[in-house]
């Protein structure tokens, strides 16, 4: 299962775009690319999922280049209630998915 | 919402004792992984289930076990509770192999040993 590495920690102001990328250099040809976030005392919470290009929803976009060994994360207009810890997960399918540990995630505080 | 329970939601133990947590998965999902998370950390896998077998196993020891009953929901034990064991323990539930998708978690089972 891909290793995944992501920025510790960020910063942003409220109404700014963040970015927030994620490094999977052994990501595997059936691997899909999930990014969950997760409120302190919560379970995690899906945003998206991508396999390659741009995958766009109501909250969130993802970025994949070709080479699929990375991916980026990006959240419009953040407001107060987007601080979170947020993780990216590479695995084929739920099942493998399911099996993967989480890594430490990127927090994001996003200031007023 | 996501569909997925978990009980009890906050629990204190003693060192040395046993702990049984539920989980009932999301209906329709057949799959259900449990997850340690320690404060600070990010969720650990634990071990999996698919169809009442286990699928999977993470680098925990055997006195961490499961199951998962014919209508899908599961339970993990801890045997023999030490300290680190002091964390968020996470159910996730999800479709069968091979299929792309989210994992659905419930807001977990607080457990402090003492």
């Known amino acids: 299962l891909a290793k995944t590495t992501q920025p510790i920690s960020m910063d942003s102001y409220e109404g700014q775009e963040v970015n927030i990328t994620c490094s999977h250099n052994n990501i595997a040809t059936n691997d899909y690319i999930t990014w969950y976030q997760q409120f302190p005392s919560q379970g995690p919470r899906f945003i998206i999922q991508g396999y390659k290009t741009k995958v766009t929803n109501e909250v969130a976009s993802l970025f994949i280049p070709a080479d699929r060994k990375s991916s980026t994360l990006s959240l419009p207009r953040v407001s107060l209630s987007d601080t979170a810890v947020y993780y990216c997960?590479?695995?084929?399918?739920?099942?493998?998915?399911?099996?993967?540990?989480f890594g430490d995630g990127t927090t994001l505080t996003v200031k007023p | 919402e996501t569909g997925v329970t978990q009980s009890p939601t906050h629990l204190i133990k003693t060192r040395g004792q046993q702990v049984t947590l539920r989980c009932s998965s999301q209906?329709?999902?057949?799959?259900v992984s449990w997850y340690q998370q320690a404060l600070g950390q990010g969720p650990q896998f634990i071990f999996q289930?698919?169809?009442?077998?286990?699928?999977g196993r993470g680098n925990f020891p055997p006195r961490f076990s499961g199951l998962q009953f014919p209508n899908y929901s599961s339970e993990l034990n801890v045997n023999a509770l030490e300290l680190d064991d002091s964390a968020l323990y996470l159910c996730?539930?999800?479709?069968?192999?091979?299929?792309?998708?989210?994992?659905?978690f419930g807001e977990g089972s607080r457990l402090t040993v003492l």
């Open positions: 996730a539930s999800s479709l069968g192999q091979g299929q792309a998708g989210e994992l659905f």
């Open positions: 209906s329709g999902h057949n799959t």
């Open positions: 289930y698919y169809r009442e077998e286990e699928n």
């Open positions: 997960l590479v695995g084929s399918g739920t099942h493998n998915a399911g099996k993967s540990t």
